[in-house]
């Protein structure tokens, strides 16, 4: 929401995390293919919602008004904001897009990228976490390229990404260990096509299945293993092996437009969360460890089924980098928020890890807004 349309949310029961989760609904559990018989009988979507047993139309109207006010609220509050035009605008006004095509194409623009962008890299994020809970030595390889690469007096950046190779390699081992999109998004054959000796006519609906390719025994050995150091040689990311990178967001002229500022939000998040953070085994009430289940959903974005893990500072000196980031980045928030011009440049190591510090105060930073 800060990102798309400058909306600072307020909590979890903030209108606008409504309206989000409610469209979101419709793509997770919509887009799950072979779920409603109208995909094989195509005849039944002149079905009007109010026929009986018509569940697919209801759902689907349900869907289509709640990704609608997606669409249209967040937008009508950040234009009314807006004081001078965006430059994609001023560029869409000279290739002869008339105004109201030019908002309609403004409002798809961010309502579609929050969609894709927001519960993807959650779910993945939700992965690493998992991983790291459940493998400690993972979690302490990457403390020590951390301590070494960044050390303790500061938060990684961007120009730490090249030479952490190891925080990058958990990334890239979360993506494959549980690909979030398993059947990635239907594409079509565009003309007749041959592939080992099998016949496909053009239009043939054509279902990647990821999660299979991000699975196979021939490609990566014991595949539902987290092991990061599968991507690593000789102190380098392994050009030899498959990356995962390569499937998750897709194929063709359609794939994920999103993929750079994904890898970089999952870059910045992951590496200063684990410089600052210890991640274990989630405790019962007895104090002892949690049985954590390791299955996935079978949704259309998948999650894992429980990520419950233990989140706590590594250090005092860690604490005290978390809640100075924390008050830093509440401060710029509040300052935008009161029409201070954004200074987020100033922010050194990018307005990414400003929004990520300030949700993990989690309003307790005294320079927080109430
Ligand atoms: C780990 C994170 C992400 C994964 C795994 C992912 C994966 C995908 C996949 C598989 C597709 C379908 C591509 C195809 O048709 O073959 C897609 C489409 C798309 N993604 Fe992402 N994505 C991620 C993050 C993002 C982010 C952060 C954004 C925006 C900021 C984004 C925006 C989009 C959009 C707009 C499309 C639709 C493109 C079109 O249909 O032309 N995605 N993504």
Known sequence: ?????????????????????????????????????????????????????????????????????????????????????????????????????EEEILNNVVAVAFEAGTDTVLSTTLLVFSGLSLHPEVLAKAHAELDEVVGPHRLPDFSDKDSLVYINAIIKEAMRWHTVLPMGLPHATVADDEFRGYFIPAGTMVIPNTWACMHDLEVYEDPDVFRPERFIRNGKLDPTVQ??????????????????????ALFINVACAIHVFNITAPLGEDDLPIAVKQGHTDSFISYPEDARCMIMPRSATAEASIRSHATTACQALNEQEQGAPDRSSTLERGVWTAYWICTMCNGTSQSCRP
């Open 1 to 101: 929401m800060k990102i798309g349309y400058g909306i600072a949310v307020q909590g979890r029961d903030d209108v606008y995390v409504k309206i989000a989760k409610d469209a979101l609904e419709g793509a997770v559990e919509g887009m799950v293919p072979e779920r409603f018989l109208v995909e094989f009988l195509p005849f039944l979507r002149h079905v009007p919602p109010w026929f009986p047993f018509a569940t697919s139309q209801r759902l689907w109207a349900k869907w289509q008004a709640a990704g609608e006010r997606l669409k249209n609220t967040p937008f009508k509050q950040a234009e009314a904001k807006l004081s001078n035009p965006a430059k994609s605008l001023q560029r869409l006004a000279k290739m002869g897009v008339s105004p109201l095509e």
């Open 243 to 264: 990356d995962p990178t390569a499937f998750i967001f897709g194929f063709g002229r359609r794939i994920c437009p999103g993929r750079y500022f994904a890898e970089f």
